[in-house]
């Protein structure tokens, strides 16, 4: 008696008196429950059909196998080999599993970033548009606003306002509105209160070993036949080094693993100033074809213009990012400098006269971010207001353009560079309190940089040279000098890495030079010998 679903021989059978056939009861009772039918012949079928079959318990005789131990050992073995089997299945289903729910995350994760900044840009245009539609006069309400196409890529919302000219000929601009002060004063307290409890981290690099450093490698990032590095920037959290040079194109590079990321080429002349804005991932260049771009970085390391911006009339020649990451403001040889909006890159406020004489060529946001400091090819530093744009003080004294300045994180020191060297200025008393001639006067001073922690700062023209910080009564010891390896006796910009780990230079040839501890650099032998 065999049953006619298992094939096996019962160990309770019944019999179905419609059709007579043999099942296991267990079986045909799961197979009633669920379908209601006979399993072979289709048939209405119910458990009143099903007659127990009553026989005999028949003991079931071990397997031949079973008698013997080298038979018990192979059943075992047959038993272990089906587990190990049915154990890999399962990894395998498990890992196949991970990377599914992975790929969904990520992809959650990326709809989840694209939805935000979708709603960002939307807020952002209905603000625009809100402004433009209070400030447009009466005349001109039935006009549209125009669509300004950046790059070719994208269209952005721009307010009506910014194509109204003024009586005076000029643009007229929306200002910087009060929400914005709040925003740029509520940042300005929060860094001062921090300042004060902040420490020199206990990382940052020695005096001794600053005292021992020399070149570790060379990198050649431009063209050769435009060679030039004009200015440096050094992202914050990543070791990632942009170059602007005379060649046009801007250079980003991994310090770490000795590669160009990306080339970013757009601008008709020389690249003169550039910065990087961490918070977005963009980097902003100014040029001598008298524009303004900003970049924004893509997942793959790639970066694309967003926006051009084309409100000055002269030589880019500074730009400087706010605290805040939001703002930035670019200073150019028309006399005028430029409060803009990052996000939407729309100028929010323009500052100056347009003047054939003087001109802006440096720039720089004091850190806690209500005071910008420009300085002008007619030797004079002019420190702003920002929430009024009105300038507060002068600094006069040097000869020749301020070719550079850079406030100190602690507050209280400005540096500033021109053709008679470096001048340190007190804010808090509005003086000059020390002055350093490094070289001769026909050798304009290029570059100076205070590092993060305020404690050393470099000076570049034709050598480097790094001094301690110190304050007002107390000498600035010297204590290192760095030569310019690059033949062409003119350092353009000097900056320092993070914790003052490493200097990264550059010069009037091709090449980006890093200053360090010999043997920091893994890219030593393998960059050296191709950057000459």
Same mark, same amino acid.
């Given at each position: 008696?065999?049953?006619?679903?298992?094939?096996?021989?019962?160990?309770?059978?019944?019999?179905?008196?419609?059709?007579?056939?043999?099942?296991?009861?267990?079986?045909?009772?799961?197979?009633?429950?669920?379908?209601?039918?006979?399993?072979?012949?289709?048939?209405?079928?119910?458990?009143?059909?099903?007659?127990?079959?009553?026989?005999?318990?028949?003991?079931?005789?071990?397997?031949?196998?079973?008698?013997?131990?080298?038979?018990?050992?192979?059943?075992?073995?047959?038993?272990?080999?089906?587990?190990?089997?049915?154990?890999?299945?399962?990894?395998?289903?498990?890992?196949?599993?991970?990377?599914?729910?992975?790929? @969904?995350?990520?992809?959650?994760?990326?709809?989840?970033?694209?939805?935000?900044?979708?709603?960002?840009?939307?807020?952002?245009?209905?603000?625009?548009? @809100?402004?433009?539609?209070?400030?447009?006069?009466?005349?001109?309400?039935?006009?549209?606003?125009?669509?300004?196409?950046?790059?070719?890529?994208?269209?952005?919302?721009?307010?009506?306002?910014?194509?109204?000219?003024?009586?005076?000929?000029?643009?007229?601009?929306?200002?910087?509105?009060?929400?914005?002060?709040?925003?740029?004063?509520?940042?300005?307290?929060?860094?001062?209160?921090?300042?004060?409890?902040?420490?020199?981290?206990?990382?940052?690099?020695?005096?001794?070993?600053?005292?021992?450093?020399?070149?570790?490698?060379?990198?050649?990032?431009?063209?050769?036949?435009?060679? !030039?590095?004009?200015?440096?920037?050094?992202?914050?959290?990543?070791?990632?080094?942009?170059?602007?040079?005379?060649?046009?194109?801007?250079?980003?590079?991994?310090?770490?693993? $000795?590669?160009?990321?990306?080339?970013?080429?757009?601008?008709?002349?020389?690249?003169?100033?550039?910065?990087?804005?961490?918070?977005?991932?963009?980097?902003?260049?100014?040029?001598?074809?008298?524009?303004?771009?900003?970049?924004?970085?893509?997942?793959? $390391?790639?970066?694309?213009?967003?926006?051009?911006?084309?409100?000055?009339?002269?030589?880019?020649?500074?730009?400087?990012?706010?605290?805040?990451?939001?703002?930035?403001?670019?200073?150019?040889?028309?006399?005028?400098?430029?409060?803009?909006?990052?996000?939407?890159?729309?100028?929010?406020?323009?500052?100056?006269?347009?003047? !054939?004489?003087?001109?802006?060529?440096?720039?720089?946001?004091?850190?806690?971010?209500?005071?910008? $400091?420009?300085?002008?090819?007619?030797?004079?530093?002019?420190?702003?207001?920002?929430?009024?744009?009105?300038?507060?003080?002068?600094?006069? $004294?040097?000869?020749?353009?301020?070719?550079?300045?850079?406030?100190?994180?602690?507050?209280?020191?400005?540096?500033?560079?021109?053709?008679?060297?470096?001048?340190?200025?007190?804010?808090?008393?509005?003086?000059?309190?020390?002055?350093?001639?490094?070289?001769?006067?026909?050798?304009?001073?290029?570059?100076?940089?205070?590092?993060?922690?305020?404690?050393?700062?470099?000076?570049?023209?034709?050598?480097?040279?790094?001094?301690?910080? @110190?304050?007002?009564?107390?000498?600035?010891?010297?204590?290192?000098?760095?030569?310019?390896?690059?033949?062409?006796?003119?350092?353009?910009?000097?900056?320092?890495?993070?914790? @003052?780990?490493?200097?990264?230079?550059?010069?009037?040839?091709?090449?980006?030079?890093?200053? !360090?501890?010999?043997?920091?650099?893994?890219?030593?032998?393998?960059?050296?010998?191709?950057?000459?």
């Amino acid at each position: 008696m065999i049953c006619a679903i298992s094939g096996e021989v019962p160990d309770e059978p019944v019999v179905s008196k419609r059709s007579g056939l043999l099942f296991e009861r267990r079986l045909i009772e799961r197979y009633i429950e669920d379908h209601g039918k006979c399993p072979v012949t289709k048939e209405e079928l119910s458990m009143d059909d099903i007659v127990l079959v009553k026989t005999n318990k028949v003991v079931r005789p071990r397997p031949l196998q079973a008698a013997s131990i080298p038979g018990l050992l192979g059943i075992f073995q047959n038993e272990w080999d089906a587990l190990m089997l049915s154990n890999f299945a399962l990894e395998q289903q498990l890992h196949t599993a991970r990377q599914e729910l992975s790929h @969904a995350l990520y992809q959650h994760d990326a709809a989840c970033r694209v939805i935000a900044r979708l709603k960002k840009e939307r807020d952002e245009s209905r603000a625009l548009l @809100a402004l433009a539609e209070r400030q447009i006069p009466a005349s001109m309400a039935g006009v549209a606003p125009a669509a300004v196409v950046s790059n070719g890529k994208r269209a952005l919302l721009d307010t009506a306002m910014e194509d109204e000219i003024g009586p005076d000929g000029k643009k007229i601009r929306p200002g910087i509105n009060p929400v914005m002060i709040d925003e740029l004063t509520e940042c300005n307290t929060m860094l001062s209160a921090q300042r004060k409890k902040r420490q020199v981290p206990p990382s940052l690099a020695s005096i001794d070993e600053l005292e021992r450093y020399t070149q570790i490698s060379s990198h050649p990032l431009h063209k050769t036949n435009k060679p !030039g590095i004009l200015s440096m920037d050094i992202h914050p959290s990543k070791d990632i080094v942009a170059t602007g040079g005379i060649d046009t194109n801007a250079v980003l590079f991994d310090r770490t693993s $000795g590669q160009i990321l990306c080339t970013l080429a757009g601008h008709s002349k020389k690249i003169t100033t550039l910065k990087f804005v961490p918070r977005d991932e963009l980097v902003v260049t100014g040029s001598a074809d008298k524009t303004v771009r900003i970049w924004q970085g893509g997942e793959e $390391g790639n970066y694309s213009c967003i926006h051009t911006l084309k409100d000055h009339t002269a030589e880019v020649e500074a730009v400087t990012v706010h605290a805040t990451q939001k703002y930035f403001v670019t200073a150019a040889k028309d006399n005028t400098w430029c409060f803009y909006d990052i996000s939407t890159g729309s100028c929010l406020s323009q500052v100056g006269e347009a003047s !054939g004489q003087e001109g802006y060529t440096s720039a720089s946001f004091h850190p806690d971010g209500l005071i910008l $400091g420009t300085g002008t090819t007619e030797a004079v530093v002019k420190i702003w207001d920002v929430k009024t744009q009105s300038n507060v003080a002068k600094f006069e $004294g040097h000869a020749g353009p301020v070719t550079a300045m850079s406030f100190s994180e602690n507050g209280y020191f400005l540096a500033t560079a021109a053709l008679d060297g470096v001048k340190l200025w007190d804010l808090r008393k509005l003086r000059n309190f020390r002055t350093f001639s490094p070289y001769d006067s026909d050798t304009p001073t290029n570059s100076v940089e205070f590092d993060f922690s305020g404690t050393y700062l470099a000076v570049a023209g034709s050598d480097i040279r790094v001094y301690q910080v @110190a304050n007002v009564k107390t000498e600035w010891n010297l204590i290192k000098t760095l030569p310019d390896l690059s033949g062409t006796g003119k350092v353009t910009s000097a900056k320092f890495g993070t914790d @003052a780990k490493y200097i990264a230079v550059g010069s009037m040839d091709r090449n980006l030079r890093i200053f !360090g501890l010999p043997g920091d650099d893994q890219m030593d032998d393998d960059a050296k010998p191709s950057a000459e």
